[in-house]
């Protein structure tokens, strides 16, 4: 019976069939991507391994803080009259930023200085007193105790002018302190108290009326645990890095979306003793903030010098492979043949991994293709550059 022509098989079709029948295989080449034909040598990509002169590097989590705050406090108590700043902007030290109601302390100022004239003309009236009497008891025209109370009125008098004068001194202050200008320079906050409102001041219970905090430099504050601190101890007593206790070691930061770390400074200071409970001690480090990018409470991360400076060999972390708990790399030999190589890794450090044991400078690694390759066979590298290291990434 005759097949419609719908269910007869095309021509390309039986051409296969026929093909597959015969065992004359379809094609010799791999599909994309897979692997080289048998005997073909796989296509790699290689690195030669550098040493240069390295530090490693540990790191840590903190928090930004500002080098100076100041809650803005009056020292006299009245009336606010006048907010002279703009929220949230910078001020300078000694600006104006609040004005209390000064008639009442400059009404005091006056009768302070008034009362202290008097004192003074009484007690240039005594003194001129004083000094008769002296020219009168050489004379013995007066006797020995009128002359000794004129003395001691005038003494007394002089008392009474420095007691005016320190009053007068006590008003001026609190006349001045109805300024209430900013001691540092900073970000200003919000005003807390607006005009008319009554200010107490100068007490326990001061009113806080806004605050500033400084912007350049900056603090960022760290936690670093006791094995840590007794590890950079023991790197000093040895000579091998300064210790921050007696020396400022340059640190690095980072903010919370920056990679790298591209905010250098300085490791100014260490608390004085272990926290007990935390079993840590607080380290400072400082940034220059020129460009205000950096805020106090913002979470940063920040790195110092682990170790001192010593040669390391170095190679980019793609080039490791693993075999459970081996690792290892594939170093390709004068023959153009993949060796697997045995190693022991260091720190990774800017990109790269230091390799303490199985590997020399100069030897060249696969970077790329490893999957094809199989220990002593042959592969196709490309030419090796130890200058395109520095561009690899673990």
């Excluded at 770390?261 to 607080?282: K, Y």
Aim: some cysteine.
């Amino acid at each position: 019976m005759a097949m419609p022509n719908s269910q007869k098989p095309n021509a390309p079709l039986r051409l296969l069939l026929l093909l597959i029948l015969a065992g004359v295989p379809a094609g010799c080449r791999p599909p994309a991507g897979g692997p080289p034909p048998a005997g073909q040598a796989p296509q790699v990509t290689v690195v030669a391994a550098i040493e240069k002169e390295v530090v490693e590097w540990d790191e840590y989590t903190g928090r930004l803080d500002a080098k100076e705050s100041v809650e803005i406090r009056a020292r006299v108590s009245g009336y606010l009259d006048k907010v002279h700043f703009e929220e949230g902007k910078m001020v300078k030290a000694g600006d104006l930023l609040f004005t209390i109601d000064k008639r009442p302390y400059q009404a005091d100022f006056d009768a302070l200085v008034a009362d202290k004239d008097q004192s003074q003309t009484k007690a240039d009236l005594a003194q001129a007193d004083a000094e008769r009497a002296r020219k009168l008891i050489e004379t013995h025209a007066i006797s020995q105790e009128d002359f000794d109370t004129r003395v001691k009125t005038a003494a007394q008098a002089r008392s009474a002018v420095q007691g005016a004068e320190a009053r007068v001194a006590s008003a001026r202050l609190n006349l001045e302190f109805t300024e209430v200008r900013s001691p540092i320079s900073g970000r200003v906050g919000r005003a807390l108290v607006t005009p008319g409102n009554l200010i107490v001041g100068g007490t326990a219970g001061t009113t806080l009326l806004t605050t500033v905090v400084s912007q350049d430099p900056i603090y960022a504050y760290v936690a670093v645990d006791e094995r840590a601190s007794l590890k950079y101890r023991r790197l000093a007593a040895m000579g091998q890095r300064a210790s921050a206790i007696t020396s400022r070691i340059p640190c690095e930061l980072a903010l919370g979306d920056e990679q790298g770390f591209p905010h250098p400074g300085e490791i100014d200071f260490v608390e004085n003793r272990i926290n007990a409970s935390s079993g840590t001690v607080t380290a400072r480090g400082v940034f220059a903030n020129s460009g205000e990018l950096m805020s106090p409470g913002m979470f940063v991360r920040l790195r110092v010098p682990g170790s001192g400076k010593y040669k390391a060999v170095l190679i980019p972390g793609r080039a490791l492979a693993a075999d459970q708990a081996l690792r290892f790399v594939y170093v390709v030999g004068a023959d153009s043949t993949a060796q697997m190589r045995p190693v022991k890794l260091g720190a990774e450090i800017d990109g790269l991994r230091v390799v303490t044991e199985g590997l020399k400078a100069g030897e060249v690694v696969i970077t790329e293709g490893i999957i094809n390759v199989r220990p002593g066979a042959p592969v196709k590298p490309a030419p090796p550059s130890a200058s395109n290291i520095s561009k690899a990434s673990p």
